[in-house]
């Protein structure tokens, strides 16, 4: 008995000691290597020439869009300018025209890169929780945004965010 528990009692720690990558996740790479991230199994990747879309099993619903923008590279100063105003016209013609409500406004690290991320409700009629998020990596512009009713799926939509790596 004293052998099983402390089995499981290890089983457990490794659990919270060792990130675990989810069995039902696959890693998915930008067409021009860009960046990689993580997407459950069942959800679908589809690239445009400037676009990355990630969509539910259903194949038609957006689950997250990746907007990926040439230009050239800037110095921190001016990507934190641009994303800046980027963000002021979002929270105004997005989120304010609408009547949403901005819940956070942040800046974090993304695999190491600068990026800011809003959190926000777009209007008041639907339930949804949003995100939208910006940075600049390798000369390109990007732009992620993804949302959703259900609190479980927006938080799939997260983990899949923190799993982007640059390449």
């Not at 921190?76 to 963000?87: A, G, H, M, T």
């Not at 910006?134 to 512009?141: L, P, W």
């Amino acid at each position: 008995m004293k052998n099983k528990i402390l089995v499981l009692f290890i089983i457990n720690l490794l659990f919270l000691v060792c990130p675990i990558r989810s069995v039902f996740a696959l890693e998915h790479t930008q067409k021009e290597g860009l960046f990689s991230m993580d997407v459950p199994a069942e959800w679908h990747w589809v690239e445009y020439p400037e676009e990355v879309v990630i969509a539910y099993p259903d194949g038609q619903t957006v689950a997250m869009d990746i907007q990926l923008v040439p230009g050239h590279n800037l110095p921190l100063s001016e990507i934190k300018k641009n994303i800046k105003d980027s963000n002021d016209k979002m929270i105004k013609e997005g989120i304010q025209a609408h009547h949403g409500t901005l819940i956070d406004n942040q800046e974090f690290k993304l695999d190491g890169v600068y990026a800011t991320r809003l959190d926000f409700d777009p209007t008041p009629q639907n339930p949804i929780h949003a995100t939208y998020v910006s940075f600049f990596n390798k000369g390109y512009a990007f732009t992620v945004i993804y949302g959703s009713g259900d609190n479980k799926i927006y938080s799939v939509m997260d983990d899949c965010l923190a799993t982007i790596k640059f390449r």
